[in-house]
Antibody
Framework: EVQLVESGGGLVQPGGSLRLSCAAS????????MHWVRQVPGKGLVWVSR????????NYADFVRGRFTISRENAKNTVYLQMNSLRIEDTAVYYC????????????WGRGTLVTVSS | DIVLTQSPGPLSLSPGETATLSCRAS???????LAWYQQRPGQAPRLLIY???SRATGIPDRFSGSGSGTDFTLTISRLEPEDFAVYFC?????????FGQGTKVEIK
């Protein structure tokens, strides 16, 4: 069974940093693109970033480019999201998602980790 | 960026009825690279439909997708209690993904 388990969320002050982790299991991690998607509770889904299987190619949404960095450690089947210069509007549940087996779909999703940026 | 607009607003229906959800794109979606996801309260989204009309593994056949170009539809026949949830469309045409704002299907 494919599992994605996020960790690292919590409360941080504006301007602070946080690193999210996503531990993957149940599939060949080294062959899949991995993504981060966020959701303000009760609101819509917003794609944040993605990384290719060997970590050499990354993409970011405009609103996080230069502040967030996605990376992966294939030996540990883990993907990370380093979040710097956090803003109040970055408050959201962050989901780790695998690229699906059908084109660019996102499937499956982790349960998410809540990041709260507040003073 | 491609903007996806979903309608209607909250959809109030009874179990056993049919839900028809719309997703309109601001420009044509190449190869019908459009997906639908379901999100139940307190849960992560799950993939229902890909390539506009193909059901993902394990998805009941009461869920169907259709459409092409800029107009897409998710139809849920014979609504079951577990189908009352929020549904999002998403394109995967470019290297930055966008989602629709979601449509809530609620119990009438």
């Amino acid at each position: 069974e494919v599992q994605l388990v996020e960790s690292g969320g919590g409360l941080v002050q504006p301007g602070g940093s946080l690193r999210l982790s996503c531990a993957a299991s149940g599939f060949t991690f080294t062959t899949y693109w991995m993504h981060w998607v966020r959701q303000v509770p009760g609101k819509g889904l917003v794609w944040v970033s993605r990384i290719n299987p060997d970590g050499s190619d990354t993409n970011y949404a405009d609103f996080v480019r230069g502040r967030f960095t996605i990376s992966r450690e294939n030996a540990k089947n883990t993907v990370y999201l380093q979040m710097n210069s956090l803003r109040i509007e970055d408050t959201a549940v962050y989901y780790c998602v695998r690229r699906g087996d059908y084109g660019g779909v996102l499937d499956p999703w982790g349960r998410g980790t809540l990041v709260t940026v507040s003073s | 960026d491609i903007v996806l607009t979903q309608s209607p607003g909250p959809l109030s229906l009874s179990p056993g009825e049919t839900a028809t959800l719309s997703c309109r794109a601001s420009q044509s979606i190449r190869n019908n690279y459009l997906a639908w996801y379901q999100q139940r309260p307190g849960q992560a989204p799950r993939l229902l439909i890909y390539d506009a009309s193909s059901r993902a593994t394990g998805i009941p056949d009461r869920f169907s997708g259709s459409g092409s170009g800029t107009d897409f539809t998710l139809t849920i026949s014979r609504l079951e209690p577990e189908d009352f949830a929020v549904y999002f469309c998403q394109h995967y045409v470019t290297s930055t993904w966008t989602f629709g704002q979601g449509t809530k299907v609620e119990i009438k």
